[in-house]
C-alpha cells in the first residue's frame, strides 16, 4: 500500500512538469520566418528567394 501511495504521488508531481516540457516548443516548429531582400520573393516550392520579373 505504501508503494502505491509513493508511486501515485510521484506521478501527480511530475504530470505537471512533463506536459510543460512538451508544449514548450510546439507552436515554434511549425512556423519559421523568413524576409528577401528588395526584388525577390520567397518560393515555396525551391525554398529560396527568387527574383520578380516585370
Known amino acids: 500500500m505504501k508503494t502505491k501511495t509513493v508511486l501515485v504521488a510521484l506521478a501527480l508531481t511530475l504530470a505537471p512538469t512533463l506536459s510543460l516540457a512538451m508544449g514548450c516548443n510546439y ?28
Open 27 to 54: 507552436d515554434k516548429l511549425e512556423q519559421q520566418a523568413m524576409s528577401c531582400a528588395a526584388g525577390t520573393v520567397y518560393d515555396a516550392d525551391t525554398n529560396s528567394c527568387v527574383a520578380t520579373t516585370g
